[in-house]
């Protein structure tokens, strides 16, 4: 079994010193490539779920907020911020 990458244990100090906000946020400080493969997905498909952060299933969720060390309540306040955000984005472009 191959050890996780180091780069997760960024997330937390990062979420507490605000400078993740949003789910997508976290991969300024880890490659998706990383999370992608650590969650078994294609990078093109986990692309499309970073532009509709709705299709990632909460196991998913819940599997990312483990590597990280952040509770399930986190990541799932990090992936709401996350759909209001692409929502927004949306509807300004209506």
């Known amino acids: 079994m191959s050890e996780k990458d180091k780069r997760y244990n960024f997330i937390k100090p990062m979420i507490g010193d605000g400078k993740i906000r949003s789910f997508n946020d976290i991969f300024d400080y880890i490659p998706k490539t990383v999370v992608a493969t650590d969650l078994g997905k294609k990078v093109d498909r986990f692309n499309a779920l970073m532009n509709k952060v709705e299709g990632f299933t909460l196991d998913e969720l819940f599997k990312i907020a483990r590597n990280c060390k952040i509770e399930e309540g986190k990541i799932l306040e990090l992936a709401l911020n996350e759909y209001l955000h ?7 472009q209506e």
């Open 86 to 92: 692409q929502k927004a984005k949306i509807m300004n």
